[in-house]
């Protein structure tokens, strides 16, 4: 049985919402690429290799600062509208941008630290706790998505499939394994920030592509987590009937 007959009919509707939305995730990134006149392969040759040796723990850092500051933060200043996110991570890359590498560094915690809080009131905005050590956990796991420069748009959703449940106390386990593939993605954007001439339009543009991106995934992310709630469904099904409504978009 296919996961399409598996999920009942009255969620195809948001299936096919959610659908667009993943399709339309990544198609920012292809007009960054073009602004900056380059290849999401080749954007990591431009950084020094002191940068790349260290850009992995740079990650981790930056991912274990987002954590406690976008838990910290919540109690004071609350959620904003997705426009307004993607405004301030607009502004705050241009400004990285405009220093070369060195501010493009300096920016990188601040800007995931934007990206996790704007994760996590989607995840609120779906009716979840962002508190709550799962909830946090799945958060996290958003950012195991493959980026706003990749390539390859199609069926790379393990990150949707997989039920996270660790804990607070093994939390920092998902950050090591999330890591890797994240810094590969900041990477591209430090590289794009560090194009000469273009540095702050080139840092503005990437935060835009990456703050609006990583929205859209995250309503992906939490959609189909409260659609298998809601539904009794498993959450396999619903990313098997998400794949058949990718495929049939085309």
Not at 201 to 206: C, D, E, F, I, P
Request: some cysteine.
């Amino acid at each position: 049985m296919t996961g399409t007959e598996l999920v009942p009919l009255d969620t195809s509707g948001e299936i096919a919402a959610l659908a667009r939305r993943y399709r339309a995730a990544g198609g920012v990134g292809l007009q960054v690429l073009n602004l900056i006149g380059g290849q999401a392969e080749n954007l990591l040759e431009r950084l020094p290799d002191r940068v790349k040796d260290r850009l992995e723990g740079a990650t981790e850092r930056a991912l274990e600062t987002a954590l406690r500051a976008a838990a910290g933060s919540r109690g004071v200043v609350r959620d904003q509208k997705g426009w307004l996110n993607t405004a301030l991570a607009t502004a705050m890359g241009a400004a990285g941008g405009a220093g070369g590498l060195p501010s493009a560094l300096a920016e990188l915690p601040v800007t995931t630290t934007v990206l996790l809080r704007t994760i996590q009131g989607i995840a609120a905005e779906q009716g979840f706790d962002p508190d709550a050590p799962e909830i946090r956990a799945e958060c996290l796991a958003v950012f195991a998505s493959a980026g706003p420069l990749a390539q390859d748009d199609g069926v790379d959703m393990g990150f949707l499939s997989a039920r996270v449940t660790l804990t607070g106390a093994t939390v920092h386990g998902l950050i090591r394994r999330v890591a890797p593939r994240l810094a590969t993605v900041l990477g591209q954007k430090l590289a794009a920030q560090t194009v000469p001439v273009l540095g702050a339009a080139a840092g503005a543009a990437t935060n835009y592509a990456y703050t609006s991106y990583y929205q859209q995934m995250a309503h992906v992310h939490f959609g189909l987590l409260r659609l298998a709630r809601e539904s009794g469904q498993e959450r396999a099904a619903l990313v098997d009937a998400l794949k058949t409504e990718l495929a049939r978009l085309g």
